[in-house]
């Protein structure tokens, strides 16, 4: 089965800088990645994802990339601002045809933006 | 409407009670998921439906009993729990149609076993 690392575990920046967190995966069939923001007493909600066929995507201050032969994906965060105070999760689906996406999770990243 | 509501909120139990959580969801979506979550660590794939039949049991312990009564509903049944089954139960839901559809979470519902 899939198996998804994510790192680092925390990450502490000052409001305005960039954050970035890594995962690596290791199922090469899996071909979706979302990356998911949890706050404190809700559920996670999807802030962006990238498909296979893609390196690169953007939206406003939050970019994923997607390296397949390195089997890695990174979330990058541009001036970070306190409400981006949050765990972030990544993920990893493809490789699972049964029905429904069979999403494997990494172990997340309380990201902390400092005043 | 995209949202996935879940209930209760928070549930209580003893180790003899019977109890269900309940999920719901009106965007047509026709696969829907639970989830356990323990504190500080990522969601866990418990089941998986997929038009209304089972089709992940990832090896959960039989006093958890899934339902998916219609394509906009699921629940789950709990009976004879453990203190260490206590957790955020998230459900989720997505297009069944591929298998890398958007994942909708719902807020969760806290269970503590007593």
């Known amino acids: 089965g899939e198996n998804v690392e994510q790192h680092p575990s925390t990450l502490s920046v000052q409001e305005g800088d960039s954050a970035v967190i890594k995962c690596t995966y290791s199922?090469?069939?899996?071909?979706?990645f979302p990356w998911y923001k949890q706050e404190l007493g809700k559920g996670p909600q999807l802030i962006i994802d990238?498909?296979?066929?893609?390196g690169e995507k953007k939206d406003q201050r939050i970019a994923v990339t997607l390296n397949k032969t390195a089997k890695h994906f990174s979330l990058h965060i541009t001036e970070t601002q306190p409400e981006d105070s949050a765990v972030y999760f990544c993920?990893?689906?493809?490789?699972?045809?049964?029905?429904?996406?069979?999403?494997?999770f990494g172990t997340g990243t309380q990201l902390k933006v400092e005043l | 409407d995209t949202e996935v509501t879940q209930t209760p909120k928070h549930l209580v139990m003893g180790m003899t009670n019977k109890k269900s959580l309940k999920c719901e969801q009106h965007m047509g979506h026709r696969a829907m998921y639970w989830y356990k979550q323990k504190a500080k660590k990522p969601p866990e794939l418990m089941f998986v439906y997929s038009y209304e039949k089972l089709s992940i049991n990832e090896s959960v312990p039989s006093r958890f009993s899934p339902e998916c009564p219609n394509s906009s509903l699921l629940n789950l049944h709990l009976h004879a729990l453990q203190p260490e089954d206590s957790a955020l139960y998230l459900c989720a839901s997505s297009q069944a149609s591929g298998n890398t559809g958007e994942l909708f979470f719902g807020e969760g519902s806290r269970l503590t076993v007593l």
């Open positions: 993920a990893a689906s493809g490789g699972y045809t049964g029905g429904g996406n069979k999403l494997t």
């Open positions: 199922d090469s069939a899996s071909n979706y």
């Open positions: 990238i498909r296979s066929n893609v």
